[in-house]
């Protein structure tokens, strides 16, 4: 009987250590990138889009994550979610209506006694070690209603600038919403690899139209057909909104190519 | 004789008061184990409380706990954050209790030092305060109480907080 269960045990620490087996088809070489949501994602303890976040989720060893950009009123890159600041800092306002200077001391707020703060996009990445092997995505947050070709010049030579300068080119998706910002970069640097982040449909249309590599959609808005239809296209999948182990199941299951986690340990876990 | 009197009156006086002490430790479970979930702690604390002063309805009661946020910090290392809510509380009533209590968290966080961007460990404090409801009964047994638990962040900002916690009294 002591046997028997110890057999058991062993059997149950075995099957616990093992890698989930997922029979992947993509067109990211067959694999499933492992990205965080802003580092660790919604709802952990590091607030999106901090250093602390952004450097945990890679020591955990994702293979990159997506970062939210948004552009100060003196042309710096930053790293930041909410369209308001005062949704989740200590400070209130737009960042696009203010100085680099006028935030840099803003707090998050979450979780208490912690104070955590904003970093621009040249902090981050000097400060990342062996920056080039990982994988970034870089959903451009253009809450600027500003449409002139003078803002789209401005925020994309930024962009462009700030991927140079730490020889991104080849690790870095750009996220865009807007065409016109889609069409201002492709006609400026059309090596940099871009996404369009809308509906299925709409998305798919966007990427014929300027030869793009891939589309962003949340993971229960697209099926395991669509991300068919996507690949037989040429164009890549990128999912975000899994946040559950379920979530990040599913995501697999549909072969997407990137998973941009709420669960990165998790994801982790049964991927790498 | 009278100097004869006076050490065995004091003495008498002693034993008295002993003997009355010892009824009120029989009767009062002084010692409180119990967790919070979010209150004074932040998401969540251990603590243990002690009954210092005991009047028929009224006790005083000290309590500390402890709490954290990460065990391993941002670079994978362990490095735990560690939070240590402290307080003071009265407890007005029988089995249901009105509770009030002044308190000071210590809070000591590791997170990046944004000039040389290694981590950094930080120590702040902040005012802790407690009104709510609990039910204990006073020879011991399980205790559950609900509070409002304001904080004043880095003793400068204010934040609507609040708590609930289950333990046993012994």
New interface residues.
């Given amino acids: 009987m002591k046997n028997v269960i110890v057999v058991f045990i062993m059997l149950f620490i075995v099957s616990s250590c093992q890698k989930d087996d997922f029979d992947i088809i993509n067109l990211n070489n067959n694999k499933i990138s492992v990205l965080g949501h802003g580092g660790m994602g919604i709802g952990h303890t590091y607030p999106m889009n901090s250093f602390e976040s952004i450097l945990n989720c890679l020591s955990l060893g994702a293979d990159g994550t997506e970062i939210d950009v948004q552009m100060t009123k003196d042309s710096i890159l930053v790293a930041f979610h909410d369209n308001s600041l005062e949704h989740s800092t200590d400070i209130s306002g737009r960042i696009f209506n203010a100085t680099w200077a006028e935030i840099k001391n803003a707090t998050y707020t979450d979780p208490l006694y912690t104070n955590y703060k904003l970093i621009t996009l040249d902090e981050l990445f000097t400060n990342i070690a062996n920056l080039t092997e990982y994988t970034f995505f870089l959903d451009c947050k253009n809450f600027n209603p500003d449409t002139s070709s003078l803002y789209l010049n401005i925020f994309n030579n930024a962009l462009i600038k700030i991927i140079d300068e730490h020889n991104l080119e080849n690790s870095v998706y750009i996220e865009f919403k807007r065409k016109d910002l889609i069409k201002s970069l492709k006609i400026k640097r059309p090596d940099l690899k871009i996404f369009v982040y809308s509906a299925f449909d709409l998305a798919l249309d966007i990427v014929t139209e300027f030869q793009l590599q891939g589309i962003t959609v949340s993971v229960d808005n697209i099926s395991k057909d669509e991300v068919i239809k996507a690949h037989n296209n040429g164009t890549m999948v990128a999912v975000f909104n899994t946040h559950s182990k379920n979530r990040n199941i599913e995501a697999i299951e549909k072969n997407v190519d990137f998973i941009q986690s709420d669960k990165v340990n998790h994801l982790i876990k049964i991927l790498k | 004789m009278k100097n004869k009197l006076l050490p065995i009156i004091f003495l008498l006086l002693i034993i008295d008061f002993e003997a009355k002490s010892q009824i009120e430790t029989n009767q009062v479970g002084k010692n409180v184990i119990y967790i919070e979930g979010a209150g004074t702690g ?2 969540g604390s251990l603590n243990y409380e002690r009954v210092i002063l005991n009047k028929t309805h009224l006790w005083l009661c000290t309590r500390v706990g402890l709490s954290t ?2 065990l391993r910090d ?3 290392n362990f490095n735990p954050d560690i ?1 240590i809510p402290m307080a003071i509380n009265g407890l007005y009533g029988n089995n249901h209790k009105i509770e009030f209590g002044i308190g000071q ?1 210590i ?1 000591n ?1 590791v ?2 030092n ?1 000039s040389n ?1 290694q981590t950094e460990r ?1 120590t ?1 404090f ?1 005012a802790n305060f407690t009104i709510g409801y609990r039910y204990q009964k006073d020879k011991g047994g399980v205790m559950f109480r609900c509070s409002y638990t304001p ?1 004043i ?2 003793y400068n ?1 204010y ?1 609507h ?1 609040g708590g609930i916690s289950i333990g046993y009294a012994f």
């Fill in positions: 932040g998401y946020y990460n941002y670079t994978n939070i968290t809070s966080i997170h990046a944004y961007w930080e702040n902040h904080i962040e880095f900002h934040r907080w």
